[in-house]
T-cell receptor, first 115, second 117 residues
Framework: KAGVTQTPRYLIKTRGQQVTLSCSPI?????VSWYQQTPGQGLQFLFE???????NKGNFPGRFSGRQFSNSRSEMNVSTLELGDSALYLC??????????????FGPGTRLTVT | AQKVTQAQTEISVVEKEDVTLDCVYE???????LFWYKQPPSGELVFLIR??????QNEISGRYSWNFQKSTSSFNFTITASQVVDSAVYFC??????????????FGSGTRLQVQP
């Protein structure tokens, strides 16, 4: 089974620009979560999508948004980039809808550098 | 609020030594899940284990073992006879709102393990 894929793997943007990151979950998985990893703040939850609906959201400003398509692929968007947005953005997928979190399988991440 | 503490920032051992990574958590939930992930230099988080709050049985998988003690809110991870390939950052994580099926994880700050040959 193919794993979680994320594109692009590396990205360099300038302050004020916007960026869109993409994530394709494992086939059959319907939940996609996004995390930001920085040296200072560690791994932080951004949001989770299930069946094209945002089911949970972390404590991030509105510049961070996301969406999920009918094929479960997800995108996250960051508008008006700031230097502090430089981070590794990780996507995780998990399957099913029954109560209780199944293992989340992570992709390789997109490393975003804001200059 | 959920919190996961990994007090050991970095551990260095020599190959074949045993090493234990500590994890202490805080939660008001009565039902929750705990996880360990490994992050090698490539950056991808690799799932190692999931443990639910009702199951305090210790688990062993090859050279890996986990000790879950609800009384002390700890979920420690031991690598026996460490190998150079075990060098990575290890994260402990706690699930949120298990009964709603939500998937958000609260991560600890990670422990960097260096295994010297």
């Amino acid at each position: 089974k193919a794993g979680v894929t994320q594109t692009p793997r590396y990205l360099i943007k300038t302050r004020g620009q916007q960026v869109t990151l993409s994530c394709s979950p494992i086939s059959g998985h319907r939940s996609v979560s996004w995390y930001q990893q920085t040296p200072g703040q560690g791994l932080q939850f951004l949001f989770e999508y299930f069946s094209e609906t945002q089911r949970n959201k972390g404590n991030f400003p509105g510049r961070f948004s996301g969406r999920q398509f009918s094929n479960s692929r997800s995108e996250m968007n960051v508008s008006t980039l700031e230097l502090g947005d430089s981070a590794l953005y990780l996507c995780a997928s998990s399957g099913g809808r029954t109560a209780g979190p199944y293992e989340q399988y992570f992709g390789p991440g997109t490393r975003l550098t804001v200059t | 609020a959920q919190k996961v503490t990994q007090a050991q920032t970095e551990i260095s051992v020599v190959e074949k030594e045993d090493v234990t990574l500590d994890c202490v958590y805080e939660t008001r939930d009565t039902t929750y899940y705990l996880f360990w992930y490994k992050q090698p230099p490539s950056g991808e988080l690799v799932f190692l284990i999931r443990r639910n709050s009702f199951d305090e049985q210790n688990e062993i998988s090859g050279r890996y073992s986990w000790n879950f003690q609800k009384s002390t809110s700890s979920f420690n991870f031991t690598i026996t006879a460490s190998q150079v390939v075990d060098s990575a950052v290890y994260f402990c994580a706690l699930s949120e709102a298990v009964d709603t099926g939500r998937r958000a994880l609260t991560f600890g700050s990670g422990t960097r393990l260096q295994v010297q040959p």
